[in-house]
T-cell receptor
Framework: NAGVTQTPKFQVLKTGQSMTLQCAQD?????MSWYRQDPGMGLRLIHY???????DQGEVPNGYNVSRSTTEDFPLRLLSAAPSQTSVYFC???????????FGPGTRLTVL | AQSVTQPDIHITVSEGASLELRCNYS??????LFWYVQSPGQGLQLLLK??????LVQGIKGFEAEFKRSQSSFNLRKPSVHWSDAAEYFC??????????FGQGTTLQVKP
């Protein structure tokens, strides 16, 4: 099992550009989440999903969109990148709310 | 509102000394509580979790945590710290919705 995979590992964008961060898991987990990690801020929840076709907002959803068309994939879209979105992004999946979340390796995004 | 506070941003302990990392949470229903550790340049690993039953839970690497409902706390402890425990520690609270909120993190430094 590959677990949770994220692509790309690194990305540099210019302000106003759009892009999609990919996340996939092969553990048949229903629950998936996107977090951003910034120094001194911990991990902040952007969006989460409890199954295919079901998504909800987290703590910091503005500027990001998600969709969940399959159990395996949970892409995160930046609509118009801003320097404030410079961060490390983690995707995670779990089998349920009481279960451990498994994290991907992260994507380091810089917006100039 | 769902939230987590880790009052200590940075803690330094001597190797072999005991450790307690504090975590206070706010959640309107029965909380699911987690402690994760992130070593430098690494992903997040689950140390332990609590959702019901015995309020003292044991985790990996010799860590334990105690749930105190009256104090809304879930403090992490270890009787004797090893140099390899130097890392960032995150407390998180969730519930049946699958939404997991993390604290700001506590960075642990271990002195030889």
């Amino acid at each position: 099992n590959a677990g949770v995979t994220q692509t790309p590992k690194f990305q540099v964008l210019k302000t106003g550009q759009s892009m999609t961060l990919q996340c996939a898991q092969d553990m048949n987990h229903e629950y998936m989440s996107w977090y951003r990690q910034d120094p001194g801020m911990g991990l902040r929840l952007i969006h989460y999903s409890v199954g295919a076709g079901i998504t909800d907002q987290g703590e910091v959803p503005n500027g990001y969109n998600v969709s969940r068309s399959t159990t395996e994939d949970f892409p995160l879209r930046l609509l118009s990148a801003a320097p404030s979105q410079t961060s490390v992004y983690f995707c995670a999946s779990s089998g349920g709310p009481r279960n451990e979340q498994f994290f991907g390796p992260g994507t380091r995004l810089t917006v100039l | 509102a769902q939230s987590v506070t880790q009052p200590d941003i940075h803690i330094t302990v001597s190797e072999g000394a005991s450790l307690e990392l504090r975590c206070n949470y706010s959640y309107g229903a029965t909380p699911y509580l987690f402690w994760y550790v992130q070593s430098p340049g690494q992903g997040l690993q689950l140390l332990l979790k609590y959702f019901s039953g015995d309020t003292l839970v044991q985790g990996i690497k010799g860590f334990e945590a105690e749930f105190k409902r009256s104090q809304s706390s879930f403090n992490l402890r270890k009787p004797s710290v090893h140099w390899s425990d130097a890392a960032e520690y995150f407390c998180a609270v969730g519930g049946y919705t699958g939404k997991l909120i993390f604290g700001q993190g506590t960075t642990l430094q271990v002195k030889p």
